[in-house]
């Protein structure tokens, strides 16, 4: 069975003057595990939700989190292993309690790191999740 891939778009970037672009893809499915790119503040129309604010970045990240599971035929109950990255540990609390909320019941693994920064100032925490569709 072929991958499927959610919501593809092509990202432009540049470095060192050179300008180039990829193609990258917001889900994969490969038979029944998902990977879901890394959810932040950032909507599916590009606005940015919750400036300053980590807890409301890390509802948007799981609300987005939560469409593109539901699009490859998962649920948030199908999530095995999320990665959360934070650029402060004081937005632990926030954010994991706005996690709680969406993953009450569903005990996945779970990593979390603080890092020097994100892909854009004002991203404060970014979630990576790894599903696993049930047989049942």
Same mark, same amino acid.
């Given at each position: ?10 990202? $432009?970037?540049?470095?060192e003057g050179e300008e180039f672009e990829y193609e990258l893809a917001m889900? &994969? !499915? ?16 590009? @606005?940015?939700?919750? %400036?300053?604010?980590? /807890? /409301?970045?890390? =509802?948007?990240a799981m609300r987005c989190t939560d469409v593109l599971l539901r699009e /490859? ?6 999530? &095995? !292993?999320?990665?959360?990255?934070? $650029? =402060?540990? %004081? ?12 993953? !009450? ?10 890092? @020097?920064?994100? /892909?854009?100032? %004002?991203?404060?925490? %970014?979630?990576? &999740? ?6 049942d």
């Open positions: 069975m072929p991958h499927q891939r959610y919501r593809t778009y092509a990202h $432009t970037m540049s470095y889900a &994969v !499915k490969a038979g029944n595990r998902i990977w879901v790119r890394g959810q932040t503040g950032l909507d599916f129309d590009g @606005n940015f939700i919750g %400036e300053g604010d980590p /807890a /409301a970045q890390a =509802d948007n /490859a035929g998962a649920s948030l109950n199908d999530i &095995v !292993k999320t990665t959360v990255y934070l $650029t =402060d540990r %004081e937005f632990r609390v926030p954010v994991f309690s706005v996690l709680a909320r969406w993953l !009450k019941g569903v005990c996945p693994c779970q990593t979390g790191l603080i890092v @020097n920064g994100l /892909a854009r100032p %004002e991203m404060m925490m %970014e979630i990576d &999740v790894e599903a696993v569709i049930s047989a």
